[in-house]
């Protein structure tokens, strides 16, 4: 919801009454579930698994799981808890699995950690905590009746060592336990943490929070607001990958770039060509308006605006030609995450540059692709020799001038390629985060003019969503923009 990347946190928040919160204070991770698995904090980042997307939340949008195998995996590496714990999520469904749980850092005998959710009963909360891998304390809340499946839920588990377990449901608390409480808990640290792999809930869960320390009850009914829900987001600036490293030469994606930026594309629905601008909401690509608009046909891009400020958008008026955003009136996504991507329709589904130009100086690139299949994949290029072409992904990662540089064979999928050329010609690219093959010496540089963004040669499936050129030597900041990017991504 905040474009490409997080920024510095800030837990100096005002309170309702006007002093200082100390709700978010040892806060040490927040997914907002706001069409990312990410975390707010930019640290303990997830991965949407078996088919996870995202529904409509208690607070914008939430991650809609299916009951049967669908979870969120955030690794083995999120941190391990020895001391005092607190863990909150909304939840609105019905709970599918024998097994207990929805918040879950369970292992095997000797390897168990902690747990807390319900099961396929749907009347009770339960919260484990175990000392030392095996036992487990337990502390149930029985409910009385099954949860409403249309109703969201505020659930909270809270442990203060060697003092009390304790459950809160929709801001009140319904059960504690203060005798025999563990004196700290263990966690294996080749067990993942994952949100959904117990319990199975059909359903959404929404606004996901882990603490280092145990909330209070004032703190517990802040976080509940009065069945609103409390977001994390203050202390995290909405900065735009355009607001941080600005002066690109063209900016194209499906998500916002630029906090000035107001317009996404444009697209054709198949069922009468009529046509509509898309913009955004809270950062990302309005699927809402899109889907509406589209109905149960096909959607295509007809025009993807430029988000540099500089005016230079691409089109593609053959209808043939335009690449798919709606197939069968479901959103064309990445396959990996879910995010919104265009799809060609034949091998001339490009979109040609307003205004061509030439690249004549250094310069620095980015772009998000998903490319299936064995043969070109195009980024910013040319049509007539020598190809001006900066992205280059097949088996191969290239870059061109008048001349090709080949970093390399690598696998087809998704992929965030970057690239920099600076004033002596060296020519650096990475793949996913990571440099990859040696630096080269390019050529002269073409003053062949660039035409067109995500054409593709011969037979190749080619996805893509984002391209981005600066007129500028940014190797300095290379790291971070990668890394911004696939803060929304979250490909690598």
């Known amino acids: 919801m905040f474009g490409y990347g997080f920024r510095q946190v800030n837990r100096s928040i005002l309170g309702a009454g006007g002093g200082v919160s100390t709700l978010w204070d040892d806060l040490l991770a927040y997914y907002t579930a706001d069409n990312t698995p990410n975390d707010s904090l930019g640290n303990y980042n997830g991965t949407l698994t078996n088919g996870a997307t995202y529904g409509s939340g208690i607070i914008n949008q939430g991650f809609s ?176 990958i355009l607001d941080t490293y600005g002066s690109a030469k063209v900016a194209y994606s499906l998500n916002q770039l630029s906090s000035t930026a107001t317009l996404s594309c444009r697209v054709r629905r198949s069922s009468d060509n009529s046509e509509q601008d898309i913009g955004f909401v809270a950062g990302d690509l309005d699927t809402t308006s899109l889907l509406s608009f589209v109905g149960a046909g096909d959607g295509f891009v007809v025009k993807m605006y430029d988000q540099s400020g500089n005016a230079n958008d691409v089109t593609q008026t053959t209808g043939s030609s335009q690449r798919y955003i709606v197939q069968s009136g479901v959103l064309t996504v990445y396959g990996v995450n879910g995010k919104a991507s265009t799809l060609r329709q034949n091998q001339f589904s490009g979109l040609d540059l307003t205004t061509p130009f030439s690249q004549t100086s250094e310069h620095t690139t980015i772009a998000v692709f998903d ?50 050329r600076k004033s002596d010609s060296t020519v650096r690219m990475y793949n996913n985060g990571s440099q990859f093959g040696s630096d080269l010496t390019g050529s002269t540089l073409s003053t062949t003019n660039y035409t067109q963004i995500w054409n593709r040669a011969n037979n190749a499936n080619q996805y893509a969503s984002t391209t981005i050129l600066w007129e500028s030597d940014l190797s300095a900041n290379i790291n971070d923009i990668n890394t911004q990017i696939n803060n929304y991504y979250g490909i690598y």
């Open 65 to 240: 799981l299916d009951g049967v195998n669908d979870y969120v995996n955030f690794g083995t590496s999120f941190p391990i808890i020895t001391g005092d714990m607190t863990l909150s999520f909304w939840f609105k469904g019905s709970f599918q699995d024998a097994n207990v749980g929805h918040l879950n850092r369970m292992g095997g005998g000797g390897s168990r950690g902690f747990l807390f959710g319900s099961n396929n009963s749907n009347n009770f909360l339960r919260f484990d905590i175990s000392p030392e891998g095996s036992t487990l304390k337990q502390l149930t809340y029985s409910h009385g009746s099954t949860f409403s499946a249309t109703t969201w839920y505020h659930a909270v588990a809270v442990f203060k060592t060697s003092s009390y377990m304790r459950i809160y449901l929709n801001g009140s608390q319904v059960a504690e336990a203060n005798t025999s409480v563990p004196s700290a808990q263990s966690q294996s640290s080749g067990v993942i943490f994952d949100v959904g792999n117990r319990g199975k809930l059909l359903g959404v869960t929404d606004e996901i929070g882990i603490w280092t320390r145990a909330l209070d009850s004032t703190e517990v009914t802040e976080l509940y607001n009065s069945g609103a829900g409390k977001q994390y987001t203050t202390g995290i600036s909405s900065s735009y």
């Open 371 to 420: 490319h299936i299949g064995t043969t070109e994949s195009l980024g910013i290029s040319g049509n007539t020799t020598p190809y001006p072409l900066f992205i280059f992904t097949n088996e191969s990662i290239r870059y061109y001038d008048t001349s090709l540089l080949n970093f390399g064979t690598t696998t087809t999928g998704e992929k965030i390629v970057s690239s920099y």
